[in-house]
């Protein structure tokens, strides 16, 4: 009955492949994100999205390409990764009213490690 | 470019002890929230102090918030080894109708027995 989960755990390849990670939560929430924290524990957001519509793009490189089929999945491919890609990535949810007061808290999955050899 | 600026970097202290963090932050602010990560864990939202409030108490927390000096605190009384852990603030602000959260660098606690 995990929240917000996300596979795989760990990611271990090489440079220049392409790879997936895959992030649901089952806690009705409309709102998901994608977190990079890299080797000195700095969280940072990637992207963000409210019913399958992308609402924050931080300057992330385009070879990071999230996808939402449905307000409960928020997928991230990789193109062409890079050394520089290898940190932690963490998916998180929350429930959003566009325009309202902002005071729900967002819920964090475990987390994918990737390492880019 | 970084919101959040936490000091101290790492804790250490005694089972029993205070542990107090401090946020500094540069914007305006609709809420600051504190998180919790273990080691290998995800984070774990333990209070939300919103820009209007001064202070706010659960369990053993208590934040504060002083907008003027765009800063806050955490202080965890009667610390246990179990609240080991990076502590994190994050500010929320409003990003195009929907809320953004921009999380501090963290600061270590290590709690001994």
């Known amino acids: 009955d995990t929240a917000v989960s996300q596979t795989p755990k760990y990611l271990v390849t090489q440079m220049g492949n392409d790879k997936s990670i895959k992030c649901e939560q089952n806690?009705?929430?409309?709102?998901m994100y994608w977190y990079k924290q890299d080797s000195k524990k700095f969280l940072k957001i990637m992207f963000s999205?409210?019913?399958?519509?992308?609402?924050i793009n931080e300057t992330v490189p385009n070879r990071f390409s999230p996808k939402s089929p449905d307000k409960a999945h928020l997928n991230l491919h990789i193109n062409s990764l890079e050394l520089g890609d290898s940190a932690v990535y963490f998916c998180?949810?929350?429930?959003?009213?566009?325009?309202?007061?902002?005071?729900?808290?967002?819920?964090f999955g475990p987390g994918t490690r990737l390492t880019v050899l | 470019s970084q919101q959040g600026e936490e000091d101290p970097q790492a804790l250490s202290i005694q089972e029993g002890e205070n542990a107090t963090m401090n946020c500094s932050y540069k914007?305006?602010?609709?809420?600051l929230q504190w998180y919790r990560q273990n080691s290998g864990r995800g984070l774990v939202h333990l209070i939300l102090?919103?820009?209007?409030?001064r202070e706010k108490h659960s369990g053993r927390l208590r934040v504060t918030l002083d907008t003027s000096k765009k800063s806050s605190s955490l202080l965890i009384t009667a610390s246990r080894a179990a609240d080991t852990a990076s502590y994190f603030c994050?500010?929320?602000?409003?990003?195009?109708?929907?809320?953004?959260?921009?999380f501090g660098t963290g600061t270590r606690l290590l709690v001994s027995p």
């Open positions: 998180a949810s929350s429930q959003e009213v566009p325009g309202a007061h902002p005071t729900d808290t967002q819920y």
């Open positions: 806690l009705g929430h409309d709102t």
């Open positions: 999205y409210n019913n399958k519509e992308l609402i």
């Open positions: 914007t305006s602010i609709n809420n």
């Open positions: 102090i919103r820009s209007n409030e």
């Open positions: 994050a500010t929320g602000t409003m990003n195009t109708g929907f809320q953004k959260l921009v």
